[in-house]
């Protein structure tokens, strides 16, 4: 409906039919174009970043209803922009009254006729990137496992926030081998059963096999009860201590690489030698903390890493990069580089690429914060 209103607005619109088969692809982690297996499954939002050349996109359209619950009415918002970065120019931003109560194909409908040009936001957003070792004795962590839910209207979310819960967290938690998130739809039946569930943020392991947790053993509090759920599930394990009564924590970052927009804001992106893997992710930071277990007394460091992929988007290879003034041991360098290997690319558009990272890790006395 929405690519049909653009056009007649005399936009070029790529066929939704053809961008929904490429997004599906994308999310079981195949080519967008064959349906061959080649990397690491996608959400929509990066598989349209890594599929807009092959879709012949140079831009996007969003849209969006918000609801004031105060005032008790809707907004939809549709946008147009030339880029997908953060940096892209607006090309169109329009608004009209949305109809939260009717049917949405009619209410849709009624909104697209009634676009005018939004008012002007001055305000400004950013994403910022902070990145070191925190300094001082912490605790160590438990084990954390966590999901939170929200109806997809805005005027239930107060009220389905706490709607579904597990008898126990077993099934839930033999989905995450290691840290990891799912984000989830489910919709909940009248009589209270989980009707249906998907992943929302590509088909992992994880989303998959979290989403046959609920489906088997969750319960909806009667709130729910033929209402549409969004949940995000996240899971941590334990802190990673040590022999001398400390914790070891880690962390990856990806966005290396430093640019100007077209405003002169500095921005920052993957450091990648092409942008069809941009989106690759490394290790889960317990997974790196594991490397360092074996550090005799507290300390921390800082290093990088260049992960070579194959054709397919396995990684082949991890070059590992001393920190300044420390050198890792050669159990630390090996563990950190089993760590790599187990990253996964998008489908790459050239058989070699690579991709640079930064390690962080810190161990640090257990004590009072």
């Known amino acids: 409906m929405i690519a049909a209103w653009a056009r007649a607005r005399g936009w070029s619109v790529v066929d939704p039919a ?24 996608l959400s929509r939002w990066r598989a349209t970043r890594r599929w807009a050349k092959e879709l012949g996109a140079q831009g996007r359209v969003s849209a969006s209803v918000q609801c004031d619950d105060a005032k008790k009415t809707c907004s939809l918002s549709v946008r147009a922009s030339d880029s997908f970065d953060f940096d892209g120019t607006t090309l169109a931003d329009l608004t009209a009254p949305f109809d939260a109560r009717a049917p ?30 925190a300094n001082g004795p912490v605790q160590a962590r ?6 939170t839910a929200w109806a997809s209207r805005a005027s239930d979310r107060d009220e389905t926030k706490d709607a579904l819960s597990f008898a126990g967290s077993t099934p839930l938690r033999a989905c995450f081998e290691g840290g990891g998130d799912a984000e989830l739809a489910i919709e909940v039946s009248d009589d209270g059963a989980i009707a249906r569930c998907e992943p929302a943020d590509g088909e992992t392991e994880s989303s998959t096999c979290a989403c046959a947790a609920f489906t088997q053993h969750a319960t909806a509090a009667p709130i729910a009860r033929g209402k549409r759920l969004h949940v995000s599930v996240h899971y941590a394990p334990a802190d990673v201590t040590t022999s001398w009564n400390g914790v070891v924590t880690a962390s990856t970052r990806t966005y290396l690489e430093s640019y100007k927009s077209r405003s002169g804001e500095d921005l920052w992106r993957p450091d990648v030698t092409d942008a069809s893997i941009a989106e690759w992710k490394p290790p889960s930071d317990d997974r790196v903390a594991r490397c360092f277990a074996d550090v005799a007394k507290p300390t921390g460091a800082r290093f990088r890493a260049r992960v070579k992929f194959d054709a397919v988007g396995r990684a082949a290879t991890a070059d590992v990069y ?18 790599l290997l187990l990253a996964r690319a998008p489908c790459p558009a050239s058989p070699q690429t690579s991709a640079l990272v930064e390690v962080s890790f810190a161990a640090r006395t257990i004590g009072s914060r």
């Not at 849709?108 to 902070?130: E, H, I």
């Not at 300044?324 to 580089?337: F, I, M, N, P």
Request: glycine residues 12%.
């Open 18 to 41: 053809r961008a929904l088969v490429a997004f599906d692809r994308a999310r079981a982690g195949q080519d967008a174009r064959t349906g061959a297996a080649c990397g690491a499954p």
């Open 142 to 147: 438990p084990e954390r496992l966590t999901f």
């Open 104 to 133: 949405w194909r009619d209410a849709l409908a009624k909104s697209l006729a009634a676009m005018t040009k939004a008012p002007d936001d001055d305000g400004a957003g950013g994403l910022g990137m902070l990145g070191g070792l």
């Open 322 to 339: 001393d920190p300044k003034g420390l050198a890792l041991t050669d159990a630390e360098r090996a563990c950190v580089r089993s760590a």
